[in-house]
């Protein structure tokens, strides 16, 4: 069960943060596994149909083209050589021997708890890739819970280490917390229920019940191209995908991978329409001028870009529903 966001969950306010590293940082030389679709994924994915047809076509709309994988990089191993310049972020956790992390819980393919209580998914396997890296054992690795809402107040405070939660890197959220990568390129969508014939896009969302969720850009985005749509807001999109069903809303908007997700686990109650309309890199937040640390994260991602175990990464999670490998897009090496 997803327990809310409140205040009362936050650090108090004169907690300290982590402290900036200084510059310094280690060639990252871990792996991360991943498995391929087997057959009864291909027949579930022949199940789905067009709503997955329209899916890839949203990804290419957005310049995703298809890469192979590599079989190389097939152990899970954590680096055992890594080694750190002293008072960087980098030495403090790999001295350390332990990292909490923040991830969504309720996101499938993303950030989703498994049967064991560990949340698993695309994120959750690119926060692994860093973790190698640092040379931190797998099971000293702690995930906690980040809804939209409190992924810069949990990296200010200092609660997590980084958040890797289908985190959109913008502007706005770049005065109050740094990023590294992006490492995906996503873009917002609208579902419906099967059944829904007058919803098309956002521009017939007029006077329609929108779901969405607090803190989030596509909430924001929402407001700005469809301003007389009824915006109803949660702390979750699982909550917004019981809504739909229950004919509480009339739509559901968040970024397209992330519906192709809901409609994965329910394919005979929702639809996508309209196709994406935004672009949404995702990042790994950290703590505002920590520019070693994010240097080191976006060293390693590129890392794993090269030597297949991002798309091992990819292909094992939101290629169940995508099945075609995007190109991992360029890190942006921006000058905070």
């Known amino acids: 069960m997803r327990v809310p966001f409140t205040r009362s969950r936050l650090q108090p306010a004169g907690a300290r943060p982590h402290s900036p590293a200084a510059a310094g940082r280690a060639v990252p030389s871990a792996r991360s596994g991943g498995t391929r679709l087997g057959s009864g994924a291909r027949r579930d994915a022949r199940r789905r149909g067009g709503a997955l047809m329209l899916g890839v076509a949203m990804l290419a709309a957005l310049g995703l083209t298809a890469c192979g994988s590599s079989d190389d990089g097939d152990s899970a191993t954590p680096s055992d050589s890594a080694s750190f310049a002293p008072g960087t972020t980098m030495a403090r956790l790999h001295d350390a021997g332990k990292i909490t992390i923040g991830t969504k819980f309720d996101q499938n393919y993303f950030g989703l708890k498994n049967l064991s209580g560990k949340p698993e998914g695309f994120d959750v396997e690119i926060a692994k890739i860093i973790t190698d890296g640092l040379g931190i054992p797998r099971d000293h690795v702690n995930f906690v819970e980040t809804v939209s ?4 107040p949990f990296i200010q405070q200092g609660r997590v280490d980084m958040v890797v939660a289908t985190y959109t890197i913008n502007d706005k959220r770049k005065k109050a917390v740094d990023f590294a990568g992006p490492y995906f390129i996503a873009g917002q ?3 419906v229920a099967k059944n829904n014939t007058t919803i098309t896009g956002k521009d017939s969302l007029a006077g329609k019940k929108v ?3 607090s803190g989030s ?3 924001e985005n ?7 749509a009824q915006l109803v807001l ?3 999109y699982s909550k917004c995908a019981d809504a739909l069903k229950n004919g509480q809303v009339d739509a559901v908007t968040t970024d397209s991978v992330i519906l192709l997700g809901i409609i994965d686990k329910d394919p005979e109650a929702f ?3 309209g196709g994406t309309f935004t672009r949404e890199p995702y990042g790994i937040g950290i703590h505002k001028g920590d520019t070693a640390f994010r240097t080191f994260i976006n060293d390693t991602l590129e890392a794993a870009y090269k030597d297949g175990r991002w798309a091992k990464a990819f292909s094992s999670t939101v290629g169940k529903v995508v099945p075609n490998t ?7 090496r921006y000058t905070s």
């Not at 809402?149 to 810069?152: K, V």
């Not at 929402?222 to 007389?228: E, F, G, L, Y």
């Open 234 to 236: 949660f702390d979750g």
């Open 211 to 213: 779901c969405s969720v």
């Open 326 to 332: 995007p190109t991992p897009p360029p890190v942006d």
């Open 271 to 273: 639809k996508l329409v």
């Open 217 to 219: 850009t596509p909430a």
């Open 222 to 228: 929402i407001r700005k191209v469809a301003p007389a």
């Open 149 to 152: 809402a409190n992924r810069e």
């Open 189 to 191: 969508s609208i579902m």
